[in-house]
Antibody, heavy 117, light 107 residues
Framework: EVQMVQSGAEVKKPGESLKISCKGSGYSFANYWIDWVRQMPGKGLEWMGVIYPGDSDTRYSPSFQGQVSISADKSIGTAYLQWSSLKASDTAIYYC??????????WGQGTPVTVSS | EIVLTQSPDFQSVTPREKVTITCRASQSIGSSLHWYQQKPDQSPKLLIKYASQSFSGVPSRFSGSGSGTDFTLTINSLEVEDAATYYCRQSSSLPYTFGQGTKLEIK
């Protein structure tokens, strides 16, 4: 059974760094792209970027380029989304989703991130 | 960047009603259009891939059609459990983009 399990909720202060994770299981992790998607409070879904764990090929939406960093460790089947300096506007739920030929068939449960002073 | 525009933004519907949601792309995307359902406090779920292919386990009342720039998600005989927000998403070119969402409320 394919599962995408994300790390738990985070509460941070502006300026702090953060790395959240997404562990894929039940399939060959290295061979499927993983997307990250943001959902701000009460808002719609925004595609942030995608990584291919096999060779760490990464693509970003222009809206998120330079704002976040996406990485993966195929040895432990885990993808990451990272911020070096959080802002209040980063408050959102972040989803990872396995991506096969452009389609997100399996999603993580979401990681809520709250940034507040 | 390809912009996807859904209509309507919101619809209040009664059970057993037929519902149609449209998604228009700012340029041709072939059939690289997928539909997702998101219920409150849940992750999105795939309903339809490549415009018209049903995903495994999705009830048969959900169907999709279209190609190029105009796409439709149809829900035949709406059920109470279908109260959710529906999103289209394109995978024709990077960056992938979502529509703004259509919220269905059950009367």
């Amino acid at each position: 059974e394919v599962q995408m399990v994300q790390s738990g909720a985070e509460v941070k202060k502006p300026g702090e760094s953060l790395k959240i994770s997404c562990k894929g299981s039940g399939y060959s992790f290295a061979n499927y792209w993983i997307d990250w998607v943001r959902q701000m409070p009460g808002k719609g879904l925004e595609w942030m970027g995608v990584i291919y764990p096999g060779d760490s090929d990464t693509r970003y939406s222009p809206s998120f380029q330079g704002q976040v960093s996406i990485s993966a460790d195929k040895s432990i089947g885990t993808a990451y989304l990272q911020w070096s300096s959080l802002k209040a506007s980063d408050t959102a739920i972040y989803y990872c989703a396995r991506h096969a030929r452009g389609v997100n068939e399996y999603w993580g449960q979401g990681t809520p991130v709250t940034v507040s002073s | 960047e390809i912009v996807l525009t859904q209509s309507p933004d919101f619809q209040s519907v009664t059970p057993r009603e037929k519902v149609t949601i449209t998604c228009r792309a700012s340029q041709s995307i072939g059939s690289s259009l997928h539909w997702y359902q998101q219920k409150p406090d849940q992750s999105p779920k795939l309903l339809i891939k490549y415009a018209s292919q049903s995903f495994s386990g999705v009830p048969s009342r959900f169907s999709g059609s279209g190609s190029g720039t105009d796409f439709t998600l149809t829900i035949n005989s709406l059920e109470v459990e279908d109260a959710a927000t529906y999103y289209c998403r394109q995978s024709s070119s990077l960056p992938y983009t979502f529509g703004q969402g259509t919220k269905l409320e059950i009367k």
